[in-house]
Each structure stands twice: as C-alpha cells, then as structure tokens.
C-alpha cells in the first residue's frame, strides 16, 4: 500500500501549510528531553547543589580567596580529567594517568639539573617522554587486545618503581634537587605555575589551563571528524571500522592525549615547587576518573563530555576544600568520594534511560 504524500495531491489542492506538516525530528524532541541527553547535566545539577551547601554552612567558603583556592584544587584534577574523559569517551582507560604526571616532572627535573641544562631542555625531553609512555599504553592495546585496564596498570608499577628508583639513585634522596636556580627557570615558571590577578582575587593559571582544554575537548568532540571517530570508536568499535573509522590510531592518539595534559600538570608541579617528590601522584588516576564519571562519562565508554569532566573536577574540587573550610574531619574524604561516584553512576544511568525513551 503506498503512502500519501503532499505532491501527490489533487491537482490544485492547497499546499499544505506549515501547521500541517510533520515537525522534523530535532523539533519533534522536547526540551527536557534534549537537556536530560546532554551527558553534563546531572553534573550541573550537582555543583550548585554542593556549592550551596559549602555557601550555607562554612563562612570561609564564602569569599574570593577561599574560592580562588577551589578553583585551584580543582584546576589540578581538571586539566587531566580532560584527557581521561575523552579517553574512556573512546572506551579506554589508563590507570597510569597519576604516576605519569611525576614522571613528567622528575624527567624535566633531573635531566636538567644533572646535566645543567637548560630549563626548557628539560621540559621538551619530559614533553617526549610523555607522549612515549601514551603511545606505548596505547599500541600495546591496539595490538594486544589486553584490556586498557591490565596494560595501563603494569605501566603504572613501572613509572612508580622508576620514578623512586632513578630518583634515589642520582641524588640520594627520594626528591630532585631545588632547580629554580636554573637557566629558563622564570620563564617556564611563568608558563605553567604564575598567578592571573583578576582585580578582586588572584587564581593560578592552572585555572586558566583547565578552561582552554576542556573548551578545546569539547571541539574536538562535537565539531569536529575526530570527535565523530571518538564515540564511534567507544560506542562500538567493529562498527566503527566497519564503516572506516582509524579506530587504532584514533585509540593511540587518545593515550596520547592523557599523557600530554599530564605533562601539563607535571610541569606545574615542577615550577611550582621547585622541586619533586617521586612517590607523587599514586591513586590520583582514581581522582580523574572518578572527574570524568561524575561529569557523565560512561564506563562502557562512548557517550560523556568535556564540560561533563571539568565540572566533575570542580565538584572535586569544591569537596575537597569545602570539607575543610567546614570544619569537618578531612579523613572522611574518600567516603565522600565514593558516595559521589555511585551517585553519579547510578544519575547517570538513569538520564540516558529517561532521555532515551522520552520524546
């Protein structure tokens, strides 16, 4: 039986007004089902029910220098959550995230300090370090077919092992040396560790780090090939290359990622304090993913956000140093921490069912 459509009409009927079309698909959706699909929004939700809270019981929390410091806790999760989220976006996840910020550090660290080398020598050498260690996560996944979670956790005892071990063997002491007496010191210093006065407070410009990356995660994801690959790539990866997506290259490039926006934070731990601890860094690849799950991302992989894993960083953040501001026992962190992440699972699970079905 053929359907009837407009152009096949008798002739001189009146063409069919707008009232009586069919609404295309993205109108035919209501509001609140497209705002419950974005993947951040029971994110947002969050953040201002936790700022509230912290705003109504602890004072301190309540001026500009209290929440320049926030933003700087959470500026220090969110600059790799940023990474981690795009990489479990493409259904990966690299449990070495946390020890590899160190490794980034105590490579710029020691090489030039040993040798007496410039500064930024160092920070080129720990840049290519860096991306050495996410490639080798990721071809080892691509061509293996070892979960991410077994390849990245042996990398994660490697880079812990090393980091302590090269450290004390070259000087003595598990930290590096004071380096902020060498040459392109400052001007490094100003690059990854200076302060932004703002007029009405001062933040770090890790702040500023965090922004432009989560900013530039969520163009990469949502405009561009590269962000269609990512999801296709994490949704379901033999579809994905049943149709053409590099589904490898797009996996490698994405360990890739996480370990140049942990060099990022390395290099602000370095230039920050001038000095680095080796046993720095270990279960911090918790904290990110736990970023990148409270601001949507799935553990199945293929569906989350950028925005999602930067707003997770400051609800991160906010607890963090609201618990303090608050009076509260700081012991009680990690409580707080896994009852954020099973709400967030559970939330999570229940927006993608609601938005799925509703129309």
């Known amino acids: 039986m053929s359907t009837p459509t407009a152009d096949a009409g008798p002739a001189g009927a009146p063409s069919p007004t707008a009232e009586s079309q069919p609404p295309r698909p993205s109108e035919a959706r209501s509001v609140s089902a497209r705002l419950f699909a974005r993947p951040e929004t029971g994110t947002v939700v969050a953040a201002v ?23 700087y806790a959470s500026s220090t999760i969110g600059i790799v959550a940023v990474g981690v989220a795009l990489l479990m976006i493409g259904g990966e996840f690299d449990l070495s995230s946390g020890v590899a910020v160190t490794t980034s550090a105590l490579t710029a660290a020691l090489v030039t300090y040993q040798l007496s080398l410039n500064m930024w020598v160092g920070v080129v050498l720990s840049l290519a370090m860096a991306l050495l260690v996410g490639f080798i996560n990721g071809w080892l996944v691509v061509r293996t077919g070892i979960p991410s979670f077994l390849i990245t956790l042996s990398m994660f005892f490697i880079l812990r092992g090393a980091n302590i071990g ?125 970023a990148a799950v409270v601001g949507g991302c799935l553990l199945t992989g293929g569906f989350g956000s950028a925005i999602g894993a930067a707003l997770g960083a400051f609800i991160l953040g906010m607890t963090t140093q609201g618990i303090v501001f608050a009076g509260f026992d700081p012991n009680w962190f990690f409580t707080f921490l896994g009852a954020m992440l099973l709400l967030a699972v559970v939330l999570n699970l229940y927006i993608k069912n609601y938005a799925s079905t509703r129309k």
């Open 49 to 71: 029910a936790i700022f509230a809270f912290f705003f109504a019981i602890a004072e301190p929390f309540r001026t500009f220098d209290s929440f320049a410091t926030v933003l």
């Open 166 to 290: 090269v450290t004390k063997g070259l000087t003595g002491t598990v930290a590096t040396d004071n380096a902020s007496e060498l040459d392109g010191f400052a001007s490094a210093h100003a690059l990854f560790a200076s302060d932004i006065p703002l007029g009405f407070m001062t933040v770090k410009i890790t702040v500023l780090w965090w922004i432009v990356l989560a900013a530039a995660g969520s163009w990469i994801l949502f405009r561009t090939r590269l962000g269609n690959w990512i999801f296709a790539a994490g949704g379901n990866a033999a579809s994905a290359r049943a149709v053409g997506v590099p589904v490898n290259k797009v996996k490698i490039g994405l360990f890739m990622g996480v370990g140049f926006v942990g060099w990022i934070l390395g290099m602000h731990i370095l230039f920050n304090f001038s000095s680095v601890q080796s046993g720095l860094g270990v279960g911090n690849e918790l904290i990110y993913i736990v």
